[in-house]
Structure formats: structure tokens, C-alpha cells
């Protein structure tokens, strides 16, 4: 039986960068959920599917092939053959993004790819509704938190570093809270800390100090 080690928090508290130095210390597969529901939201507009049609989505989502690929110590998307690459880190996915994720189809499809994963091995899989929804009964479940300055300023920074986009962190910062509050109001899987979870604020923490933290709540 794999073991999972499941993430969730909201955007900008850590959890890729956390996962990605588990997984590689543990030798354990990445999997990063939330590009998933990205795929989803870039195909609909690549297609022109009004995102904010809920049952335009849910017509849509049976129509995307996503492939997974355990390759360098992560699971790897493929959509038609190729990696969608930054093309689903884009400003302009990140606004349509918790739209398509609200879509009870496009959440059951994520969440029956996700579990299917475990053909693959050891996963450490971070999203939203990981501890929740989709891994309810792993033993090794986290909820990484932050304060909205903190995930603002750690999000403007990666999306410069990127070339994604040049946001102030005011406005990342609103995108930030925007994006909370549809997560957690949502009514299907809402993002929100799981009883008998291991809640880890990051906004003061270094990313070896909380990588450290998990692991010796892991092992």
C-alpha cells in the first residue's frame, strides 16, 4: 500500500516548495494538485467555454486528457503530448481558476486522477481538499498556513523570478484573498483545516525549518 503524505493551505503558504524538498528527501513522488484544476481552467479558455457558467464547465471538463508521468521525482502533466508549462501561471488563469475549481465534475475528475496516482508509489500530494476530500484517512496530513503579507510577497516574488508576471504585491496580495474566499465558500470540498491535521504557520518560518517540522511529524 503507498503512503501519502498529504498538504493543504491556501496559495502562497508554502506548500510546493515544502512538498517538492519532502518528497525529495523521503524519496517520495510530488504531486502538485492545484495544476490540475489550471489544466482544466486553460484548455476552457483555449476552447472559449465561459468559465463563469458553471454547467459550461461541467460539460467541458469529460472532454480533457490529462497524462501522468512519474519523471524526476514528481508526477508530470501532459495535455496533447506536451507540458503546459508557465501557459498555466499566467495572471490570467489565476482569475479563472477558483471558477473551473468550484465545478463538482471538474473537482470529481481531479480527485479520481489523484487517486489513482498511488499505482506510481509514495506520494507527497499538496492542494486544497487533500486532507479532506481526496486522502481523508492518510496518517501524515498537513495544513500550511501564513499571513496574507507573507504569501503576497513570496507569490510577487516567484512570479518575477518567473517572467510570469510583474504584479504589485498589493495586487497579489488581493488576488491572494479573492482566491481565499471563493476556496473556503465554496460548497463542493471547500478549503479548510481538516480535524487531526498538523497545522504549520509559515510566515516567520524558514523553508528548511517547516520542511524540518514535517518530517519529524512523518517519521
Not at 490540475?36 to 468559465?51: C, H, P, S
Not at 465534475?105 to 496516482?117: K, P, Q
Request: proline fraction near 4%.
Amino acid at each position: 500500500m503507498s503512503k501519502v503524505i498529504a498538504i493543504d493551505g491556501p496559495s502562497g503558504a508554502g506548500k510546493s516548495s515544502v512538498s517538492r524538498l519532502v518528497g525529495e528527501r523521503l524519496q517520495m513522488l510530488h504531486v502538485d494538485s492545484g495544476a490540475l484544476y489550471r489544466i482544466y481552467t486553460w484548455q476552457a479558455l483555449v476552447k472559449g467555454v465561459d468559465t463563469a457558467n458553471p454547467a459550461a464547465v461541467a460539460a467541458f471538463a469529460p472532454k480533457v486528457t490529462i497524462e501522468c508521468r512519474p519523471e524526476h521525482g514528481a508526477i508530470v502533466y501532459y495535455v496533447g503530448g506536451e507540458l503546459p508549462g508557465n501557459r498555466i501561471r499566467t495572471p490570467e488563469i489565476n482569475a479563472h481558476a477558483s471558477q473551473v475549481a468550484t465545478v463538482k465534475e471538474v473537482r470529481d475528475a481531479v480527485t479520481a486522477l489523484l487517486r489513482s496516482l498511488v499505482k506510481f508509489g509514495d506520494l507527497v500530494v499538496e492542494g486544497r481538499d487533500i486532507t479532506t476530500a481526496v486522502f481523508p484517512d492518510s496518517p501524515y496530513r498537513f495544513y500550511l498556513t501564513a499571513s496574507a503579507e507573507a504569501r503576497a510577497r513570496r507569490r510577487q516574488k516567484e512570479e518575477v523570478e518567473k517572467g510570469i508576471a510583474n504584479q504589485s504585491e498589493e495586487a497579489v496580495k488581493a488576488s491572494l484573498l479573492a482566491r481565499d474566499r471563493i476556496d473556503s465558500t465554496r460548497k463542493y470540498a471547500p478549503l479548510k483545516k481538516a480535524d487531526g491535521v498538523t497545522e504549520i504557520d509559515s510566515s516567520d518560518l524558514t523553508l528548511e525549518q517547516v520542511v524540518g517540522l514535517v518530517l519529524e511529524a512523518v517519521r
